[in-house]
């Protein structure tokens, strides 16, 4: 994956353990994949529009850590879901920055940071893996791939269980593809039972080297295989 010279961002291991980067510049598709490649990530707020992170630890799943509890296979076994690839990319981004969190108030999935995005999403490395039923989007999540790592940004769900079918039906294709990673930024319980894992923050940097020395799937995403969403 060619990296933009022009965008340039401070080398992220000698951050804070609360990561901040760097402030300033804009969510221009070119400095989203640069910061990207760099294991950095943009998080505004109010404060600081324009806020890139690298955290100390980074939590990750890894496509061979998955874990499925009894109750999320029941929900596979159960069907009703449909899994599809790169058909709603917006709408999935819109959904994110609307969901409530507990505990949050306000998105940092601004409308400038939207744009970023659907622009990489033209380019062919932002996906959104999204959950259907009966023919109405009812969850998923989206995020950026480059080389052998997929950089997740953010989930929602208008029915229970969605989000979760979504990723599990991402991170077997990932392991189909011999991915090495999922970021999944900062910590979260639900993730945590997923199997993801905090890591050094060198650690994860070092694994975003080897992921970048692989090819990048450019384009739209081929659709889900049946073997996605089987328990």
Not at 153 to 182: H, T
Not at 200 to 205: E, K, S, V
């Amino acid at each position: 994956m060619r990296i933009d010279p022009r965008f340039r961002f401070p080398d992220p291991r000698l951050a804070a353990h609360h990561g901040l980067v760097a402030i300033g510049g804009d969510f221009r598709a070119e400095r989203l994949i640069a910061a990207y490649a760099r294991g950095i990530f943009p998080w505004p707020s109010p404060e600081l529009p324009y806020a890139w992170f690298s955290p100390d630890p980074r939590f990750v799943l890894r496509p061979t850590d998955l874990h499925i509890s009894r109750s999320l296979r029941r929900v596979l076994r159960q069907g009703g879901f449909a899994v599809r690839y790169d058909t709603a990319f917006e709408q999935v981004v819109r959904h994110c920055a609307e969901q409530e969190r507990p505990g949050e108030v306000g998105t940092w999935i601004t409308q400038e940071l939207i744009e970023g995005f659907g622009e990489l999403h033209r380019l062919g490395v932002a996906h959104s893996i999204e959950t259907w039923r009966d023919d109405q989007l009812v969850g998923g999540l989206y995020g950026v791939s480059l080389g052998s790592m997929f950089c997740g940004e953010s989930m929602f769900y208008l029915q229970p269980n969605a989000s979760k079918v979504a990723l599990v039906a991402l991170m077997r294709r990932l392991e189909a593809w011999r991915f090495l990673l999922l970021d999944c930024q900062v910590y979260s319980e639900h993730l945590a039972q997923l199997g993801a894992q905090l890591w050094p923050r060198d650690r994860f940097l070092d694994s975003v080297a080897s992921s970048l020395e692989r090819p990048t799937r450019h384009g739209p995403w081929p659709r889900a295989c049946a073997q996605e969403i089987e328990p």
